[in-house]
């Protein structure tokens, strides 16, 4: 079973800075795209950014110049840097990952739970 999980949400004030941090489980082989989503309440999940195995990233107009998405193939592992954080980043911060091979086969389309950042202003 494919599993994410999510770290380094918290609390921080305006113009600070987070990095969240995503860890696939063991059984994964590869991953094709990684990516940070965010769903604040009330609000639909959005994308923020997404990587692929190459290195390209897309990043969504609210992040573009604070956020960096990067990952580590190795390690099955993709992390955001949030730096100049502003109050309407508040939001519970999901991971995903598309197109996962295991071991076994592969699937598609895996969530984390989630982790809250709270940015205070």
């Known amino acids: 079973q494919v599993q994410l999980v999510e770290s380094g949400g918290g609390l921080v004030q305006a113009g600070g800075s987070l990095r969240l941090s995503c860890q696939g489980s063991v059984n994964i082989v590869s991953i094709n795209v990684m990516g940070w989503y965010r769903q604040a309440p009330g609000k639909q999940r959005e994308l923020v950014a997404a990587i692929d195995s190459a290195g390209h990233t897309n990043y969504a107009d609210s992040g573009k110049g604070r956020f960096t998405i990067s990952r580590d193939n190795a390690k099955k592992s993709v992390y955001l840097q949030m730096n100049s954080l502003k109050p309407e980043d508040t939001a519970v911060y999901y991971c995903?990952?598309?197109?996962?091979?295991?071991?076994?086969?592969?699937?598609?389309?895996?969530w984390g739970k989630g982790t809250l950042v709270t940015v205070s202003s």
């Open positions: 995903n990952a598309d197109f996962v091979v295991t071991a076994v086969g592969y699937g598609k389309d895996y």
